[in-house]
């Protein structure tokens, strides 16, 4: 079983800032089934990037994914208020990564 | 409106069985894949199985042999049979939408909860 490990953990910072969130993987995964999704407190998982690199629908252009083999990653260009959540990498139909949180500074 | 209503959580008692179900509408449910994911207290989200527009079904090795997730196409219904359930299942159970061929699960429900407790 393939595992993900993201980080850092927690990442503080300003709204505005730059985030870069980090998954890698115990052994390549191929892109096509590498997922992100945001989670706010008390509400389920929301889509935000699949296939390593494409936003889901309604998602904004700040967020981006990129990555291939062992190594993803996921930027938010400029930190909105709303931003401020857990994310989550998962290899489709198998394991999530154990999420960072994006606080505010 | 494309909605996916989960329902069956409660107290159970360890060794105990419960079944899910969650309730699919707005998009024509056997041309999707489906999931159920579940997140304890406090914790992060855990894959627990899928199952196929051809029946087939995914297990992780934490519920293989003890969970058993099945659908209904015909009453666009998922469900979620868990049986000799342990403290550690206890969490809150979404079902989700697999995306098709884009491999990512674009729409879930709002939970339900499972406690296992003596």
């Known amino acids: 079983e393939i595992v993900l490990t993201q980080s850092p953990g927690t990442l503080s910072l300003s709204p505005g800032e730059r985030a870069t969130l980090s998954c890698r993987a115990s052994q390549s995964v191929s892109s096509s089934y590498l997922a992100w999704y945001q989670q706010k407190p008390g509400q389920a998982p929301r889509l935000l990037i699949y296939g390593a690199s494409s936003r889901a629908t309604g998602i904004p252009d700040r967020f981006s994914g990129s990555g291939s083999g062992t190594d993803f990653t996921l930027t938010i260009s400029r930190l909105e208020p709303e931003d401020f959540a857990v994310y989550y990498c998962?290899?489709?139909?198998?394991?999530f990564g154990q999420g960072t949180k994006v606080e505010i500074k | 409106e494309v909605q996916l209503v989960e329902s069956g959580g409660g107290l159970v008692q360890p060794g105990g069985s419960l079944r899910l179900s969650c309730a699919a509408s707005g998009f024509t449910f056997s041309s999707y894949d489906m999931h159920w994911v579940r997140q304890a207290t406090g914790k992060g989200l855990e894959w627990v199985s899928a199952?196929?527009?051809?029946?087939?079904?995914y297990y992780p090795g934490s519920v293989k042999g003890r969970f058993t997730i099945s659908r209904e196409n015909a009453k666009n219904s998922l469900y979620l049979q868990m049986n000799s359930l342990r403290a550690g299942d206890t969490a809150v159970y979404y079902c989700?939408?697999?995306?098709?061929?884009?491999?990512?699960?674009?729409?879930w429900g709002q939970g339900t909860t499972v406690t296992v407790s003596s």
């Open positions: 199952i196929g527009t051809a029946g087939d079904t």
């Open positions: 998962q290899q489709y139909g198998s394991s």
């Open positions: 989700a939408r697999g995306s098709g061929t884009d491999y990512g699960m674009d729409v």
